[in-house]
């Protein structure tokens, strides 16, 4: 079992940046791929990004390119999701998830969760 907790959603403005973490315990837990999704109000959860064990591979959806930076402390077994530029659009519920079977940008293939934090950004 792997637990995850999330932290650092909050309110910012058009062109800010937060920091999420993604805190993972338990058995293995250094040792599972990690990605970050989103959800808003009446979507689908959404892939973001996500990185391999080692830290080597990502992986972004398009429209986080180049403005969010995945990233992972293997010895703290911390995940880091850094969101720069943010836009309105990129306000939801944003979720780590662990212990990826298959393709990083399916859901469906990730194991664990944590339970979200919440992002709104003001225009």
């Known amino acids: 079992q792997v637990q995850l907790v999330e932290s650092g959603g909050g309110l910012v403005q058009a062109g800010g940046s937060l920091r999420l973490s993604c805190a993972a315990s338990g058995r293995a837990s250094s040792s599972a791929s990690m990605g970050w999704f989103r959800q808003s109000p009446g979507k689908e959860r959404e892939f973001v990004a996500s990185?391999?064990?080692?830290?080597?591979?990502?992986y972004y959806s398009d429209s986080v390119k180049g403005r969010f930076t995945i990233s992972r402390d293997n010895a703290k077994s911390l995940g880091y999701l850094q969101m720069n530029s943010l836009k309105s659009e990129d306000t939801a519920v944003y979720y780590c998830?662990?212990?990826?079977?298959?393709?990083?940008?399916?859901?469906?293939?990730?194991?664990?969760w944590g339970q979200g934090t919440q992002v709104t950004v003001s225009s």
């Open positions: 990185i391999r064990v080692s830290g080597g591979s990502t």
């Open positions: 998830a662990a212990a990826l079977v298959g393709n990083p940008r399916v859901a469906a293939g990730y194991a664990y």
